[in-house]
């Protein structure tokens, strides 16, 4: 922010700072007095109020003051629009206005929470009556509401014409001058809604009720009545239209009015009433009171002889009493005797002519008077606030309004104008109080440099009025109550006597030559701070003393009027204890509505009458002179001038300005004064436009406060992120918390179920071991408790392994070791498994395969642990033939016929004499084996006549057939060599089921040569296989060992 020059920057937008604004706006004279160049002058002062007028700008500021100016014509300024241009916007920053004044009072009694009043003064006729209404219209309209509260604010409103209707009334200064006074609160609740409202009246100018000055009215209720009641209601209040018919109106020799309306009043009062909460019946029963009054009027006495006193207007009585509800001879009785009581007895005495009139009136004052009282308390009654509301305890706030009776001065000045004037003293002496006094007496207690400005204090006159024992009350209570001849004129004395000397008080007697000529000797004269008056004594004691004889009292206590029974208390007649006199009651209420304005801050609004002719567009200077000199607008504009503008506690300018500034924001932990110094230094406040003082700061200038409350202004949103995100950070940590909290639970109640779960396995797992441990060591016993878990452990385990490890194939012999007791089911086991498996393998066997096994099985008969060369040939294959299909001739094929070669196998054939090694071929069918020679064969052996086989059993291939001996083709035995011995004899021992015939020899083998003749071969071991002839003609067969393992 951009603080020193005419322009300040808030957040981009450039606003132009009130100086400049204002002259732009309103560029007639000056809006607040505080900007005039001279403002020690009072003519300057004036010309500024004449060219505002002039414009019809009838408002204008003094500091915070507002001053009025009756314009004596609507204005088009009252506007809902004019309403919402006011709303919310800081006092100076628009033309001043009545509704600026009432919503700167509204939101200060928002903000700050404190009781608010503002006091409307200026002479009667000023526009005070009009300021309280646009006031109370303007809460009516913008206040927040809801449906109980729009009708309150209806009632707020109807409120105003039934009282005027009842206590205003036209005179010569006002066509609609109050003559009571009235203090309205308004309540608010938190929110700023009015929820109730509450209205203290003031001494009601009663004496208007019988007499009026000439050009003057009674109250405008009795005109109201008279013209816009309709017939109907005339005759039951036997009436008649014309109000020149009845005393009580024709004093003043004015029945009409040109500026209003009664006829259109009167509906808008009865309206009004309805709006209230009046019922129909209660209506009926005020205005019987109103017409009664007129009728007491008219009521007349006659003098008779013996100067006894009689009614001279039967009729009128007997309307009256019906009227009034009370008993018609009660009433005659009453209006013509006194009672009195003497020595305890009770005694009647007539009233003279004089006594009886005074009656009458009395009873006519009286009976209006607590009228009007009851009346107020009905519409207090309707305006009460809702009392779940009023009990809340919920923080309502309050705007009191201050309408009362201006200062008058009238050509005969009674007893009604010196309570009037006496007010208006108080309320200026309040003033005096609230806004000159103590506003010196604070830059000096506070330490601000300061030159006092003078101005005058009319507390000597308050104390000349109200003093104890010495004032003008005092003194005319006590002439009231002193025992003996007392009549107005020695209270005149009797106050010349005290005061005399007074430099406020003047007589006929005590005056000068000067203004002894203006004066009669039965007024006394009072300088007033407003002026001086001359009071005319004439009436004041039995004015003071109010009193309504006791007889007329009684009568009216028994009324069936329910209005006059409330107001006419059968207490008050059996009470001997003389009541108040009205002065000292009029004193006493002022006493507690100064207390009551002093515990509220105060606005004011002060009323200026530019003329006395109620005429529009007229100024009359001397007037607004006085005026303003005795409003002490002056005083009260060079104290402005002098002093500042705006002063704050320091602790509440800090609180609501500590935004503005970082070292200040959010909290200032120094002392106030400091802090406040460097928030002023921070906002570049110049020297000159504040000061320090020891509680307080001081800002001169208004326009300095409004550019810190824009910036403030601007500074919102901030302040609503930071609290959004302090609240939000504060929320997210109390959920994280929340959260964390949660999980730790979790995770406990987790931890503790594994850790349970856990030890529960540790327990069951030391049970187990305990339970294996001691079935270890029974395991030998019988099956018993102690050892069954043991043993059918082991029995399991080894059922498992031994489901995992069973053999896979027939020729795995691996079996698990089984426990002693499974010894027997392990054996079974195996037994089924590896018939099982067998029976698996079997069923997978092919054909090829089958026959390959059948000849190894037979091979095995043969040869197993015979032959050293067997082991060796069980891994290998039986093939078919051992020739191929081209091997073997074709023409020993086409010898053989029909006889297929089954197999074939080239083998060496050794001759029998000479073991000559030959080639040959050895094939086989199914009947027989032919020896080929290439593609001759050389030797057919039938299977039928094969004797033997014989085989060495070493890892050769000799084998020899053997031939029958008695066979002569034959040339004996066959001795042949094959390097697949096995395969070959095997096939030729199955084709030849000659399977048991074959021999394997360890040593040597016998064969049968030719003739009878045997030859031996001789196995030997030796390093490599060799077939030879041995020395002893044997064929030695040398053959290599081969090892098996
Ligand atoms: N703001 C205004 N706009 C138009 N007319 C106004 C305004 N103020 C006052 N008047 C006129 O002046 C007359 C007198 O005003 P008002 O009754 O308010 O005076 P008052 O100060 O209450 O006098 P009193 O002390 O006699 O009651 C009103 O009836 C009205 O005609
Ligand atoms: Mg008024």
Known sequence: MRYQGREVDVEGRVRLVMESALTARDRVGVQDFVLLENYNSEAAFIENLRRRFGENLIYTYIGSVLVSVNPYKELEIYSKQQMDRYR?????????????????????????????????????????TEASKKILLYYAVTCPTNDHMATLGERLLQSNPVLEAFGNAKTLRNDNSSRFG?????????????????????????????????????????????????????????????????????????PRLSSVSDKNNWKVVIKALSVIGFTEEDVQKLLNIIASVLHLGNTQFGEGEEGETYITTETQITNLAKLLGVDG?????????????????????????????????ALAKAVYGRTFTWLVEKINQSLAPKEEIYHSGKACSVIGLLDIYGFEVLQHNSFEQFCINYCNEKLQQLFIELTLRSEQEEYETEGIAWETVQYFDNKIICDLIEEKHKGIISILDEECLRPGETCDVSFLEKLEDTLGGHPHFVTHKLANGKTRRVMSREEFRLLHYAGEVNYNVNGFLDKNNDSLSRNLKEVMCQSDNQILSHCFRREEVIDQKRPEMAATQFKNSLTKLMEILMSKEPSYVRCIKPNDAKQPGRFDEVLVRHQVKYLGLMENLRVRRAGFAYRRRFEAFLQRYKPLCPETWPNWHGRLADGVSTL?????????????????????????????????EAKKPD????????????????????????????????????????????????????????????????????????????RFSFLKNLRKNLPTNVLDKSWPVPPPLLVEASEHLRRLNMRNMV???????????????????????????????????????????????????????????????????????????????????????????????????????????????????????????HMPNEDTKQKGDVVLHCNHVIELVTKLAMMASKVNYVNISPGSIRFAVARGKEGIIDFIRGSELKVAKGKRGHLLVTAPRINNT
């Open 88 to 128: 919310g916007v800081s006092f100076y920053e628009i033309s001043p206005h009545i509704y600026a004044l009432s919503d700167n009072t509204y939101r200060a009694m928002r903000t700050e929470r404190k009781d608010q009043c503002i006091l409307i003064s200026g002479e009667s006729g000023a526009g005070k």
């Open 182 to 254: 009235k203090y309205m609160d308004v309540q608010f609740d938190f929110r700023g809604a009015p929820v109730g409202s509450h209205i203290l009246n003031y001494l009601l100018e009663k004496s208007r009720v019988v007499h009026q000055n000439h050009g003057e009215r009674n109250f405008h209720i009795f005109y109201q009545l008279l013209d816009g009641g309709d017939d109907d209601l005339l005759t039951t209040l036997d009436l008649e239209r014309n109000p020149q018919n009845y005393h009580y109106l024709v004093k003043g020799n004015c």
């Open 329 to 361: 001879s009660a009433l005659r009785e009453a209006l013509t005797h006194k009672k009195l009581t003497a020595k305890g007895e009770e005694m009647i005495s007539p009233l003279s002519f004089e006594q009886a009139v005074s009656a009458r009136d």
């Open 680 to 712: 002023v230094n921070h906002l570049g406040y110049k020297p000159e436009e504040y000061k320090l003082g020891r509680s307080k700061i001081f800002i001169r200038f208004p326009k300095t406060l409004f550019t810190t409350e824009d910036a403030l």
């Open 719 to 794: 302040i609503a992120l930071a609290l959004q995100t302090s609240w939000r950070g504060y929320r997210e940590r109390a959920k994280y918390q929340r959260i964390r909290h949660a999980v730790i639970v979790i995770q406990s109640g987790w931890r503790g179920m594994k850790a349970r779960r856990r030890a529960r396995r540790r327990r069951q797992a030391a049970e187990l071991i305990r339970r294996l441990i001691k079935g270890f060591i029974y395991r030998h016993e019988e099956y018993c408790p102690e050892n069954e878990y043991f043993l059918d452990h082991i």
């Open 839 to 961: 029976m698996k393998y079997c069923r997978r066997v092919q054909p090829e395969w089958k026959k390959q096994m059948m000849q190894k099985v037979v091979a095995s008969e043969i040869f197993k642990d015979q032959k050293d060369s067997y082991p060796q040939s069980v891994g290998r294959l039986f093939l078919d033939s051992r020739l191929e299909r081209e091997q073997i001739s074709l023409k020993v094929v086409q010898t053989l016929g029909n006889d297929k070669v089954q197999y074939g196998v080239p083998v060496v054939k050794y001759d029998r004499r000479g073991f000559k090694p030959r080639p040959r071929q050895l094939l086989l069918t199914n009947t027989f084996a032919v020896l080929v020679d290439r593609t001759k064969i050389k030797q057919k052996i039938d299977y039928s006549a094969l004797r033997g086989i014989s085989v060495g059993s070493l890892s050769d291939g000799m084998f020899v057939l």
